[in-house]
């Protein structure tokens, strides 16, 4: 299984920047894929995940201001980050949580900074 996360890059706060997640190598079928971030100094966190059935949920930080999608006939999966704040900025990564085979897959992560 491969994921390539692209996307991301500096911006502003109060600014926006999309990342992509394109996943290869297996079927995504009942999968469950998300965003995770690191910052320096910090334990990687979920931003946020969806369900193969696009049953979303977002942490409280990021809540109002991302949104996380998938698109299943592509492999990939999506997030827009709205509103960005300082705090924000990190590694993003793309995980794949295989339900059925009992395996996850992480992405090489993607930086978004976020500073003025």
């Known amino acids: 299984v491969r994921l390539v996360e692209s996307g991301g890059g500096s911006r502003e706060p109060g600014g926006s920047v999309y990342l992509h997640c394109a996943a290869s190598g297996k079927d995504l079928s009942g999968s469950i894929m998300g965003w995770y971030r690191q910052a320096p100094g910090k334990q990687r966190e979920l931003v946020a995940y969806?369900?193969?059935?696009?049953?979303?949920h977002h942490s409280d930080s990021v809540a109002g201001r991302f949104t996380i999608g998938r698109d299943n006939s592509n492999n990939a999966m999506w997030m827009h980050l709205n509103a960005l704040r300082t705090e924000d900025a990190a590694i993003y990564y793309c995980?794949?949580?295989?339900?059925?085979?009992?395996?996850?897959?992480w992405g090489k992560g993607i930086q978004v900074t976020v500073s003025s």
């Open positions: 995980h794949l949580d295989d339900v059925g085979a009992g395996a996850k897959y």
């Open positions: 969806i369900t193969w059935y696009k049953i979303t």
